[in-house]
């Protein structure tokens, strides 16, 4: 069964910094591109990142470029958002999701901004 | 970059009703488009890639058509547990980009 499971979200000030982990199991993780997608309370959907098998391809959404980093470990099935410089708006739910068209979602962490 | 247009954001419905959404692409998607259902507190859930492949699992009530810049998904008699927000995603490019989202609510 394809699992992902979301850590490492909480309460941040504003400027600060919080790394998310998206652990990954039941698949060959080596073999997808993965993908981070945002939730703001009440809004719709917002990808923020991907990044392919190997690493060497990323890409972000304008807002948080310069400010996010996705990485992922291979030999650990997991997936990486560091978050730096962070700002009210980026406060979300967010998912970490496999694939171009993101067929299995981790349950979501929870990311506030706020002084 | 892609924007992605849904409309209506709102459809009142009734079960049994036949209900189609639309999404419109600023450029040209090919058929690298997939739709999603989210209830809420719940991640959200695809039914359907490449435009117009439902997901495995995924009731045939639902379909998806289209190709370049307009799409549709179609439910063809809605159930209970339909009601909820779909969305669109356009994955043409490496940068994805989400619909805003359509709300489907008991008439």
């Known amino acids: 069964e394809v699992q992902l499971v979301e850590s490492g979200g909480g309460l941040v000030q504003p400027g600060g910094s919080l790394r998310l982990s998206c652990a990954a199991s039941?698949?060959?993780?080596?073999?997808?591109?993965m993908t981070w997608v945002r939730q703001a309370p009440g809004k719709g959907l917002e990808w923020v990142a991907n990044?392919?098998?190997?690493?060497?391809?990323?890409y972000y959404v304008d807002s948080v470029k310069g400010r996010f980093t996705i990485s992922r470990d291979n030999a650990r099935n997991a997936l990486y958002l560091q978050m730096n410089s962070l700002r009210g708006e980026d406060t979300a739910v967010y998912y970490c999701?496999?694939?171009?068209?993101?067929?299995?979602w981790g349950q979501g962490a929870l990311l506030t901004v706020s002084s | 970059d892609i924007q992605m247009t849904q409309s209506p954001s709102i459809l009142s419905a009734s079960v049994g009703d036949r209900v189609t959404i639309t999404c419109r692409a600023s450029?040209?998607?090919?058929?690298?488009l997939a739709w999603y259902q989210q209830k809420p507190g719940k991640a959200p859930k695809l039914l359907i890639h490449?435009?117009?492949t439902l997901e495995s699992g995924v009731p045939s009530r639902f379909s998806g058509s289209g190709s370049g810049t307009e799409f549709t998904l179609s439910i063809s008699s809605l159930q209970p547990e339909d009601f909820a927000t779909y969305y669109c995603?356009?994955?043409?490019?490496?940068?994805?980009?989400f619909g805003q989202g359509t709300k489907v609510e008991i008439k």
């Open positions: 999701a496999r694939g171009f068209n993101c067929a299995y």
């Open positions: 995603q356009q994955y043409n490019t490496y940068s994805y980009t």
């Open positions: 990044i392919n098998q190997d690493g060497s391809e990323k």
């Open positions: 450029q040209t998607v090919g058929s690298w």
């Open positions: 039941g698949f060959t993780f080596k073999a997808y591109w």
């Open positions: 490449m435009a117009s």
